[in-house]
């Protein structure tokens, strides 16, 4: 079973409308969570960074939430962009020696206008 | 922000031959290097984990005989898939990073097609 747990797995929104995306994970111990915007045929780019003692961190219209009582996450996006469409992964950085990544399947999202 | 860059960005060959793909850290210096593997619609899986100067460490059920790994340097990574199948078909993405605490930095990835 995986460890990071994304929702939905596809969703389509219009331009200039809201969106959350949810992420749960189940790993331990913790040492930090990403979100990555992932476009087709690139490699993903880190859009927030937040540790165990973080809420709440923003870029620009992205804004991510974390719980680490509750082990959840969300990214938000206000007033998407058509540029938004893209794949959105939530990492989970163990706190091991390694620090080893652990990826969610990612949520396809397309803005259409 | 720091950037890593992969050659090819896209590669086409024919059955039984060998690829390389270059990774390179293009402003600092990686003490280790990361290589995943993306199939469509799924998220990147990790192949193999390479500190510079050191032999690689391969995730469970990536043979290491075929997926040959050298970090020769601190700015450069090359992943070889050797006698390539149809199977290895997918998008090889790679990271770099300074120190354990530092965050990842990914490449734009490299396209592998064999025919």
């Known amino acids: 079973k995986n460890q990071v747990e994304q929702s939905p797995q596809s969703l389509i929104i219009l331009e200039g409308k809201n969106c959350t995306l949810q992420c749960n994970y189940t790993v331990s111990p913790f040492s930090n969570l990403r979100w990555y915007k992932q476009d087709t045929g690139r490699g993903p780019v880190s859009l927030t960074i937040m540790t165990f003692s973080e809420n709440t961190k923003s870029n620009g219209r992205y804004t991510a939430t974390l719980d680490a009582d509750t082990k959840q996450s969300s990214l938000h996006i206000t007033a998407s962009q058509l540029s938004d469409s893209a794949s959105y992964i939530c990492v989970v950085i163990v706190a091991d020696s390694w620090g080893k990544l652990q990826f969610g399947a990612g949520t396809q999202v397309v803005v259409t206008p | 922000g720091a950037v890593v860059s992969q050659h090819p960005s896209r590669v086409i060959c024919k059955s039984g031959t060998s690829v390389k793909i270059e990774c390179r850290s293009l402003d600092f210096q990686a003490t280790t290097m990361f290589w995943y593997r993306q199939f469509p619609k799924q998220s990147l899986m990790l192949m193999a984990t390479?500190?510079?100067?050191?032999?690689?460490?391969?995730e469970q059920g990536v043979e290491k005989d075929k997926f040959l790994i050298n970090h020769a340097s601190l700015t450069l990574s090359t992943l070889t898939v050797t006698s390539a199948h149809p199977e290895d078909s997918s998008f090889y993405i790679c990271?770099?990073?300074?120190?354990?605490?530092?965050?990842?930095?990914f490449g734009p990835g490299t396209r592998l097609l064999v025919l």
């Open positions: 990271s770099a990073r300074r120190t354990t605490l530092e965050t990842q930095y």
């Open positions: 390479s500190n510079e100067g050191s032999k690689a460490t391969y």
